[in-house]
C-alpha cells in the first residue's frame, strides 16, 4: 500500500513537473521571439530561428535509443527478480551502453551536419551574412551534437522514476538559454554571441543532467 502511494505520488509530481517545463517552454519561446525580431535585424533573426529548428531535428537523430533506454532502466528498476547488486549492475550497463552509442551518433551528427547543414545553408544565407553565419554554425552544431548526448542521461532519469528532476532540468536549461540570449543579443555580439549561448546552454543541460544522474544512480556512470 505505501509502495503503491509512494509510486502515485512520483507519478503527480512527474505531471506537475511536465506542466512547469510547458509552461516555462512557452513563456521562453514567446521571449525570445520578442527579443530576437524587436533587437536584430530581421534577416539575422530568421535565420538563428532556422538555425534553431535544424538544431530541434537533431534530437530525432538518436534512432529511439532514449526512449528504449527509459523504457529498458524502467523494467530492471522494478524487476523484483534482481538483487539491488544485479539491478544496479544492469542499469549502470544500459545507461553507459547507450550513452556511449549516442555520443558516437553525436558526432557523426556533429561532423556530417556541419558540412552538409551549411551546404543547405548558404542558399539561403545572404551572402553579406555568411561570413559571420558560417562559423557560428559550426559551434552551434557543437551544442546540437551535445543535446544528444544528454538525451541519454535524461532517459536514465526519467527510466528511474525520477520524471520531475528531468523535467525541471530540462526547464532550467531552458531559462539559462534564454538568459545567455538575451546577453549575446544586447551585447551586440551577432551570429557567433548567439551560437555561444545556445552552446552554453547545451553544456549546463548536460552539466545538470549528469550531476543529478550521479546522485542518484552513481553506478551508471
Request: charged share 10%.
Amino acid at each position: 500500500m505505501n509502495s503503491h502511494g509512494s509510486v502515485n505520488r512520483r507519478l503527480l509530481i512527474g505531471a506537475f513537473g511536465g506542466l512547469i517545463l510547458t509552461a516555462i517552454g512557452v513563456i521562453v519561446s514567446l521571449v525570445q521571439f520578442s527579443i530576437l525580431l524587436r533587437r536584430l535585424p530581421l534577416e539575422m533573426a530568421g535565420i538563428w530561428m532556422v538555425f534553431t529548428n535544424l538544431g530541434g531535428y537533431v534530437l530525432f537523430l538518436d534512432l529511439g535509443l532514449s526512449p528504449t533506454l527509459g523504457r529498458e532502466v524502467s523494467f530492471a528498476a522494478g524487476n523484483p527478480g534482481l538483487s539491488d547488486a544485479e539491478r544496479a549492475a544492469r542499469i549502470g550497463t544500459l545507461i553507459r551502453s547507450c550513452t556511449a552509442l549516442v555520443a558516437m551518433l553525436a558526432v557523426i551528427v556533429g561532423v556530417l551536419g556541419s558540412a552538409g547543414g551549411w551546404g543547405y545553408l548558404r542558399t539561403i544565407v545572404p551572402a553579406a551574412l555568411a561570413p559571420k553565419a558560417r562559423p557560428a554554425w559550426f559551434v552551434f552544431t557543437v551544442g546540437a551534437a551535445l543535446n544528444l548526448v544528454g538525451e541519454g542521461w535524461f532517459a536514465g532519469i526519467y527510466g528511474l522514476g525520477y520524471v520531475f528532476n528531468e523535467k525541471i532540468i530540462r526547464a532550467a536549461g531552458a531559462l539559462l538559454g534564454l538568459l545567455f540570449l538575451t546577453i549575446a543579443v544586447f551585447s551586440g555580439s551577432g551570429f557567433m554571441g548567439l551560437a555561444v549561448a545556445y552552446l552554453l546552454q547545451s553544456l549546463c543541460s548536460l552539466a545538470m543532467a549528469l550531476i543529478t544522474l550521479s546522485r542518484l544512480a552513481p553506478h551508471a556512470i
